[in-house]
T-cell receptor, first 118, second 114 residues
């Protein structure tokens, strides 16, 4: 069990550029979540996948954001035409959702990707 | 509308003391209440969690107290150590909504001084 990994760890980009982040969940986990955390705040839910299906998107996820999880393994989060307000830590978490048991509630986070838009 | 309210925003405790962080929630459909610990530059790490049918849960130096009628829960860190200095987040999950998404409080920055 190597934990959740995210790449890159840091990304600096200019306003208007596109960026893509990658998340590799814990191998047997079927659910993958994306959260956004700004300075001094708790993480906020963006979207989640059950296997390869994207089942819910937050109102925070504008049409400039798109997420994929091909083959139900790793996931990518792309932000198009970045804005300064997109500067944040983007966190990925995974869980094993099965039979609504207690483990279904346990989400394990990666180290995050810190995005700075200049 | 903030669904999980956390206090205090920051806390300074002497080594060996008890750290207490409080949270209150509004949504009675929440059915799982975890606490996460986050160090600078790291992702949140699951610390301890409780279901609403239990009033207290203890794991080592960490205890969650849960008051369902008051819609409040708290984290107690006994014998606080400098290594406990981190930001702590309470959270809640409403499994009935299907997504099991976490709703977080704003966090408490704990500093344990020697």
């Amino acid at each position: 069990d190597t934990g959740v990994s995210q790449n890159p760890r840091h990304k600096i980009t200019k306003r208007g550029q596109n960026v893509t982040f990658r998340c590799d969940p814990i191998s047997e986990h079927n659910r993958l979540y994306w959260y956004r955390q700004t300075l001094g705040q708790g993480p906020e839910f963006l979207t989640y996948f059950q296997n390869e299906a994207q089942l819910e998107k937050s109102r925070l996820l504008s049409d400039r954001f798109s997420a994929e999880r091909p083959k139900g393994s790793f996931s990518t989060l792309e932000i198009q035409r970045t804005e300064q307000g997109d500067s944040a830590m983007y966190l990925c978490a995974s869980s094993l959702n099965k039979n609504r048991n207690l483990r279904s509630y346990e989400q394990y986070f990666g180290p995050g990707t810190r995005l700075t838009v200049t | 509308q903030q669904q999980v309210k956390q206090s205090p925003q920051s806390l300074i405790v002497q080594k060996g003391g008890i750290s207490i962080i409080n949270c209150a929630y509004e949504n009675t459909a929440f059915d799982y209440f975890p606490w996460y610990q986050q160090f600078p530059g790291k992702g949140p790490a699951l610390l301890i969690a409780i279901r609403p049918d239990v009033s207290e849960k203890k794991e080592g130096r960490f205890t969650i107290s849960f008051n369902k009628s008051a819609k409040q829960f708290s984290l107690h860190i006994m014998d606080s150590q400098p290594g406990d200095s981190a930001t702590y987040f309470c959270a809640a999950i409403q499994s009935g909504a299907g997504s099991y998404q976490l709703t977080f409080g704003k966090g408490t920055k704990l500093s344990v001084i020697p």
